[in-house]
């Protein structure tokens, strides 16, 4: 597919800066740009490759001066937010590129699922009993939809994902490959014997609209009613999600986070990775979680920033983490403090 600069600058709302009629017919970085791809500049430390990337196009912000020449032949487009509009553009590509609709060879679909229009099912897909794919869904091949589920409008579930029955899955959605969704919380009971006793996980799943999971992240399924997964979340590879969490709005876990079942995240929270947080607490919307850092209580103010582990507010954690490091010379110094006092001591008996 080829595009000019000024189809390109009419979907994005840009001024142009150079040839309108100039064509690309690929994508690339801005310091590996080649002749006929569209790039973008976003960030200032980046700038340098703007004097000499060949790509044809670049998308950049409204405040983009040059500091001096430019390529010749390259034109600019200039819009509000390059790094959001180049999203735009990827997003674009990705829906011109996505399968068409199709059920292949292969794939199994019950008799008792329900199919809207527009949908992809890739070989060796198993649709359940009482299923329900709503339009415009995409999935892959090697996938498992159980019983009862439902899968949202729109919504792309990659090769080899797994959801169990009766989960819940909204509209505009992206289950990346090997995810897991619905297995067994982590549930058992220490009996006289010392042996663990199942405890029946018989609750479900609720991701809401505009999640995106990543590869090989599993999220169990609750104990009683529902582990649920609010509007907009995003997680990354190899996020575990334990059984009967809530997860506000538009949080974000970087990959290896691990969350503990019956927790309550709130809004808008950011957690970086191996990030571990206990069960049966609660965090305040907007919380921020610095990577590796272990939660082990609620926290009930707004905004709390925490490191460490056990992770506590990070203006006291980076005066104590100060200290630490001077700890070397301050053993030095209270140990040239005893031996002073050992002199004062010996001449004042």
């Known amino acids: 597919m080829e595009f000019s600069?000024?189809?390109?600058?009419?979907?994005?709302?840009?001024?142009?800066?150079?040839?309108?009629?100039?064509?690309?017919?690929?994508?690339?970085?801005?310091?590996?740009?080649?002749?006929?791809?569209?790039?973008?500049?976003?960030?200032?430390?980046?700038?340098?490759?703007?004097?000499?990337?060949?790509?044809s196009i670049v998308i950049v912000n409204r405040s983009f001066e040059p500091q001096k020449d430019l390529p010749k032949g390259i034109t600019?487009?200039?819009?509000?937010?390059?790094?959001?509009?180049f999203a735009k553009l990827l997003g674009l590509y990705d829906q011109a590129t996505a399968k068409q609709p199709a059920i292949?060879?292969?794939?199994?679909?019950?008799?008792?699922?329900?199919?809207?229009?527009?949908?992809?099912?890739?070989?060796?897909?198993?649709?359940?009993?009482?299923?329900?794919?709503?339009?415009?869904?995409h999935i892959?091949?090697?996938?498992?939809?159980?019983?009862?589920?439902?899968?949202g409008?729109?919504?792309?579930?990659?090769?080899?994902?797994?959801?169990?029955?009766?989960?819940?899955?909204?509209?505009?959605?992206?289950?990346?490959?090997?995810?897991v969704i619905g297995a067994d919380g982590f549930g058992f009971a220490p009996n006289s014997e010392n042996n663990y006793q199942k405890v029946p996980q018989i609750g479900n799943v609720i991701i809401e609209d505009h999640v995106e999971v990543g590869a090989n992240t599993c999220i169990d399924r609750a104990t009683l009613g529902s582990t649920i997964i609010k509007k907009g979340v995003k997680l990354d590879n190899l996020v575990q999600i334990g059984h009967n969490v809530q997860v506000g709005d538009n949080t974000v876990?970087?990959?290896?986070?691990?969350?503990?079942?019956s927790t309550k995240?709130?809004?808008?929270?950011?957690?970086?990775?191996?990030?571990?947080?206990?069960?049966?607490?609660?965090?305040?919307?907007?919380?921020?979680?610095?990577?590796?850092?272990?939660?082990?209580?609620?926290?009930?103010?707004?905004?709390?920033?925490?490191?460490?582990?056990p992770a506590y507010d990070a203006d006291d954690y980076k005066k104590s983490y100060m200290g630490f490091r001077r700890l070397p010379q301050i053993l030095d110094r209270l140990r040239e403090l005893e031996e002073e006092l050992k002199k004062i001591k010996a001449n004042n008996p």
């Open 76 to 85: 600019l487009i200039k819009v509000e937010e390059a790094y959001s509009c």
């Open 140 to 151: 892959y091949p090697n996938t498992y939809i159980g019983d009862n589920v439902k899968v």
């Open 265 to 309: 995240l709130g809004k808008n929270m950011m957690v970086g990775g191996q990030v571990g947080i206990v069960g049966h607490i609660s965090l305040a919307d907007g919380t921020l979680i610095g990577a590796q850092a272990g939660v082990p209580k609620t926290i009930k103010k707004e905004g709390t920033t925490l490191l460490g582990s």
């Open 104 to 137: 292949e060879n292969g794939s199994h679909v019950a008799d008792s699922a329900t199919i809207g229009k527009d949908v992809y099912i890739g070989a060796f897909a198993y649709i359940s009993e009482g299923a329900i794919i709503e339009d415009g869904v």
């Open 5 to 55: 600069a000024q189809q390109i600058a009419s979907i994005l709302e840009g001024e142009i800066v150079g040839n309108p009629e100039v064509s690309v017919n690929g994508l690339s970085k801005i310091e590996e740009g080649k002749t006929g791809t569209l790039s973008f500049l976003a960030n200032p430390k980046y700038e340098e490759h703007i004097y000499d990337t060949a790509a």
């Open 153 to 179: 409008a729109n919504t792309k579930v990659f090769p080899g994902v797994k959801i169990y029955r009766d989960c819940v899955i909204g509209s505009s959605c992206t289950l990346h490959a090997g995810v």
């Open 253 to 261: 876990m970087a990959a290896q986070v691990g969350v503990a079942g």
